[in-house]
């Protein structure tokens, strides 16, 4: 990672907005092949849970919901990340190489924001 001295005009951001929006994906792709039972393991009439067997139909209607719901928290969550970039956060995000600027901010970052502030 990036060394970034004590300099309280550049701060690392606590969260990837494009992070935050691929995981949403993947718990939407993930809870889809849940309910759908497009897994191999939940091809039998039940899956063992918690110590207990429990009715595959069930349990994949569950954890669904479940992946859903934290999909939407993803999306809800690279939302606010994204609006609350700060400037500190956007020096930090412009002083990184491409590849890794491209993981927090995919959105081209103007050069003014690679100036040093006096």
């Not at 809870?31 to 207990?52: H, N």
């Not at 993803?74 to 890794?100: F, K």
């Amino acid at each position: 990672m990036h060394d970034v001295p004590d300099d309280p005009r550049v701060k690392k951001p606590w969260f990837s907005p494009l992070g935050c929006f691929l995981a949403a994906l993947a718990g939407a792709v993930l809870g889809t092949l849940v309910r759908y039972r497009a897994l191999p393991f939940l091809w039998d009439d039940t899956i063992l849970s918690a110590g207990k067997l429990v009715p595959t139909v069930q349990w994949a209607a569950f954890m669904s919901k479940f992946f859903y719901l934290g999909s939407a928290v993803m999306v809800v969550t690279g939302i606010i990340a994204l609006l609350t970039l700060s400037e500190a956060n956007r020096r930090y995000i412009a002083q990184l190489p491409r590849w890794q600027r491209f993981l927090f901010w995919p959105w081209q970052i103007p050069s003014v924001f690679s100036i040093p502030m006096i």
